[in-house]
């Protein structure tokens, strides 16, 4: 049987990029294998040297800073002018993980109830071989996120990088064997559908990492029946944001814009859905009584839809590109079908096409979009886009708010707009109420690695960073020490 191959097919212009040959079961069995031994002797390792190789990771990742930005441009169609920004973010979650490994990782004892002569305290030990199946919108984001963390904590890796983005993975495995990572504690491999289905339910991996769609969340679920390993899933949003009527209408357009689009608008926590106040609701998006044409400088042309305009779509390789393709042909199709059959259901698009030239059937470029007149019976609603576009509605109350809000499926993160000074104490009302893993005030399409990452509902289980990041990598063991035995207690 002839050797299987990986093709990654660049966004830009439909060119094969990086190809990789994939394993045999016997090869694959040997990954794992590997990964179990090397673990049985890494977990040895004193928590200080395994942070001491971590952060001399972090700076050999820096070093290859540049050159992994430059290859995401080329594998998922990020704009060079915002390369670094996952590069430099991924710094400093590491920075920040590794700050907190001590304390996270450190036994639990009990002072205030031990005895003299009896002991009682909770050890935290690795769970095992985690194995790692990482997405391609943010690929070094996900990978910081359990990659380095998990390999603190005692394990061992295998990590899958998504075949979109098959260098991230590689490099980062790099930069860990430069830091002087011992062999077989981080693999790379790149596997089929059916692979990954089989190391998920191998006893071998003790703990899965899966971020991606719902369908293929479902099917690590259905992967892992028959054993009891822990499996962490971050899937799909359709995160919303609320518009309250005391806000800075410009402030909050301004950075919505960016929240809806930035990264061409694939990521879990971009802004997909806009719920305003009727008392701003025409100064934030309903200025104008027709779309806005194809300058930024248009009269009464609408606050979002202005910030949204005043992107430049094209080649990500171009510095002045702030908007980049989508990733796929099947990607672009399905945004471009959302918008059309919102607009034959009575939806009003308010950026029109004309400097988008470069937008056209067979690429996967797609002008970003400001949706008006939409409803929740509209699937660019209720269904996650993954595109530049987004649906603004008119609400008449926060109550109105919040049942929009929380009518979906998602939970990933929501914002809220307001006046921080006068209506803290509403917003912090309002924050309870929100079916979500992340709230914002005035903010949005941020990750905080001082605060967990999860989600709610369909949106997944499990949670990354801060404190609460190592938990997901650790057992522990209860250790009950008697000092003598002629004592009760």
């Avoid at 025409?282 to 949204?308: C, G, M």
Wanted: aromatic share 6%; net charge negative.
């Amino acid at each position: 049987m002839s050797a299987q191959i990986q093709s990654t097919v660049s966004p830009i212009d439909h060119s094969v990029v990086v190809e990789r040959t994939l394993p045999t079961q016997a090869e694959l069995d040997q990954f794992l294998d590997t990964a179990v031994a090397a673990q049985q002797q890494w977990k040895k390792t004193p928590l200080s040297e395994r942070i001491d190789i971590a952060r001399r990771f972090v700076e050999e990742f820096a070093k290859l800073g540049r050159e992994i930005s430059s290859a995401l441009t080329v594998q998922m169609g990020r704009p060079t002018s915002q390369g670094m920004v996952e590069v430099d973010g991924t710094i400093v979650r590491a920075h920040r993980m590794l700050d907190l490994a001590p304390e996270s990782l450190a036994d639990v004892s009990n002072p205030d109830t031990d005895l003299t002569h009896h002991k009682r305290y909770v050890k935290k030990v690795p769970v095992g071989v985690v194995f790692c199946i990482s997405p391609w919108n943010w690929p070094l984001f996900c990978q910081v996120n359990v990659v380095l963390p998990a390999i603190v904590a005692g394990n061992a890796v295998v990590l899958k990088p998504s075949p979109q983005t098959p260098l991230s993975g590689e490099q980062f495995l790099t930069a860990f064997e430069t830091a002087g990572l011992p062999n077989g504690v981080l693999q790379v491999v790149h596997l089929t559908s059916d692979q990954v289905a089989g190391v998920v339910g191998d006893r071998r991996t003790h703990f899965v990492n899966f971020t991606g769609s719902v369908a293929n969340g479902h099917a690590m679920v259905k992967a892992a029946a028959g054993t009891f390993k822990g499996l962490a899933l971050e899937l799909g949003g359709k995160d919303p944001a609320y518009v309250r009527a005391d806000v800075d209408v410009d402030s909050a357009a301004r950075n919505l814009a960016v929240g809806a689009t930035f990264n061409a608008g694939q990521s879990c926590c971009s802004v997909e859905r806009i719920y305003v106040h009727e008392a701003v609701y025409d100064k934030f998006v309903e200025k104008a009584s027709q779309p806005i044409a194809t300058s930024v400088s248009v009269a009464n042309a609408t606050q979002l839809a202005r910030h949204v305009g005043e992107l430049v779509l094209g080649d990500p390789r171009d510095e002045k590109t702030t908007l980049g393709p989508v990733v796929s042909l099947r990607s672009a199709n399905f945004i471009k079908k959302q918008v059309a059959e919102a607009v034959a259901a009575g939806a009003r698009a308010l950026v029109l096409s004309d400097k988008y030239a470069i937008q056209a059937d067979g690429n996967n470029y797609v002008q970003p979009q400001v949706m008006v007149n939409v409803d929740h019976s509209m699937s660019i609603m209720t269904e996650e886009t993954f595109g530049p576009v987004v649906g603004v509605m008119k609400v008449k109350s926060d109550e109105e708010a919040i049942d929009l809000m929380n009518d979906s499926p998602f939970g990933l993160t929501a914002s809220i707009w307001t006046d921080a000074t006068k209506s803290l104490a509403a917003f912090e009302q309002l924050s309870e109420q929100v079916e979500t893993g992340t709230v914002f005030l005035n903010g949005a399409d941020f990750v905080d690695a001082n605060l967990a990452w999860a989600g709610v509902k369909d949106s997944g289980r499990g949670r990354a960073l801060s404190k609460l990041g190592y938990d997901c990598f650790i057992n522990t063991k209860s250790m009950n020490v008697k000092l003598t035995q002629d004592q009760g207690g």
